[in-house]
């Protein structure tokens, strides 16, 4: 596309646009109109009466005025293309050259790149680079529509204000003459503002896990102070009514040992840990659970089987092999699963049932009969 001589401004052909021909084209007209005309003389024209050339000589020589053409000047809110490439000319090497040798070149970086890759539309007034850097406004304006319809709280508290703010500064930049200089203002812009929007969401992101972890570090301190803390309950070691668990079992989770081996941490009232279970098998390779206390002593173990009809149960039996009780599982009059606990004579001495704690880790917790 060419461009006017005198003020840069696109046109469409010519060598200029019509703001600036327009007082050359008028100084030549007052030229042509302004030229002196030879009146006739009598004796040159034949039949004419004597008092019309006296009148003629009579008449006052006048002087034609010829007009100065006005000095051509350059419209719009904006300098000539010229001007505006030597201004990027001097500021991107003398921006370079700073950020080069100051003592904070990430910082400079950050403050001074986008303005000095801006300046390479203007120096370059390539017609490739400026129609890519037009296509951006339907790409824009596109993940802003997407960010629109998404629920999402990413989407809402960050893309929205990201595209929305672009396709803003995108608009505010049509008012450029210039093409060349409208493409680096518009990347330069997008680039600013993309960079606050990043360090901002970065910071906020920096602050939500900061919360987190001061949040999981407070709960493992609790956590600790009530192990450390809490001393053994009033309800004494009673494995023959406690369904095989250790004594004072109030809660279960399952976990893994340091080689990786499944277990149980079996935890009392106030969180202390009182004992394990870990699943192995029999001589004959049956599975089984074998129950411990705190000090690792065995106190009982556990093991499936069915009853008569073919339901599911599992005996519990003292450290010596005798048996002290069973566990049938069944579910509640809502129907979540409860595991009911009985000890030899058929008297229900407990329950159990599987939930989750706060993090969604799973957890069993117990329940007791009073001690008769």
């Given at each position: 596309m060419p461009y006017c001589k005198t003020c840069g401004t696109p046109i469409p052909s010519g060598t200029q646009c019509s703001p600036c021909a327009q007082p050359q084209a008028s100084a030549a007209t007052?030229?042509?109109?302004?030229?002196?005309?030879?009146?006739?003389?009598?004796?040159?024209?034949?039949?004419?009466?004597?008092?019309?050339?006296?009148?003629?000589?009579?008449?006052?020589?006048?002087?034609?005025?010829?007009?100065?053409?006005?000095?051509?000047?350059?419209?719009?809110?904006?300098?000539?293309?010229d001007a505006v490439r030597i201004g990027a000319g001097i500021f991107a090497p003398a921006a370079i050259v700073w950020i080069v040798f100051s003592p904070d070149p990430a910082s400079w970086s950050l403050l001074l790149g986008p303005a000095v890759i801006a300046c390479v539309w203007p120096l370059a007034g390539n017609d490739g680079m400026t129609t890519w850097a037009e296509k951006l406004e339907g790409w824009l304006k596109a993940k802003r529509a997407k960010a629109g319809a998404s629920d999402g709280k990413l989407a809402k508290f960050f893309f929205r204000p990201l595209y929305g703010g672009s396709a803003w500064i995108w608009d505010k930049g049509a008012g450029i003459g210039n093409s060349h200089l409208r493409a680096g203002v518009r990347v330069g812009a997008l680039l600013y503002f993309g960079s606050i929007m990043l360090f901002l969401g970065l910071m906020v992101g920096y602050i939500v896990l900061a919360v987190v972890l001061a949040f999981l570090f407070l709960m493992l301190a609790l956590?600790?102070?009530?192990?450390?803390?809490?001393?053994?309950?009033?309800?004494?070691?009673?494995?023959?009514?406690?369904?095989?668990?250790?004594?004072?079992?109030?809660?279960?989770?399952?976990?893994?040992?340091?080689?990786?081996?499944?277990?149980?941490?079996?935890?009392?009232?106030?969180?202390?840990?009182?004992?394990?279970?870990?699943?192995?098998?029999?001589?004959f390779g049956n599975p089984k659970v074998d129950v411990y206390d705190n000090t690792g002593k065995k106190v009982g173990e556990q093991r499936p089987t069915t009853d008569f009809f073919g339901s599911p149960k599992t005996d519990v039996y003292a450290s010596d092999g005798s048996k002290i009780g069973e566990s049938r599982p069944t579910t509640d009059f809502f129907g979540n699963p409860v595991e009911k606990h009985y000890d030899q004579a058929g008297n229900k001495v407990g329950e159990s049932?599987?939930?989750?704690?706060?993090?969604?880790?799973p957890v069993v917790k117990h329940e007791w009969e009073e001690k008769k």
């Open positions: 007052t030229k042509a109109t302004a030229s002196p005309t030879t009146l006739p003389s009598a004796a040159s024209t034949p039949g004419v009466i004597g008092t019309t050339a006296t009148a003629a000589a009579a008449a006052p020589a006048t002087t034609p005025s010829i007009p100065i053409p006005a000095r051509a000047t350059t419209s719009g809110k904006f300098p000539a293309l956590w600790l102070f009530s192990v450390a803390n809490g001393g053994p309950d009033n309800e004494g070691p009673l494995p023959r009514r406690r369904g095989g668990y250790p004594p004072r079992a109030r809660e279960s989770r399952p976990t893994t040992d340091f080689f990786g081996n499944p277990k149980t941490d079996v935890y009392d009232k106030s969180g202390k840990k009182v004992g394990e279970m870990r699943p192995t098998t029999d001589f049932r599987p939930t989750t704690d706060i993090f969604g880790n």
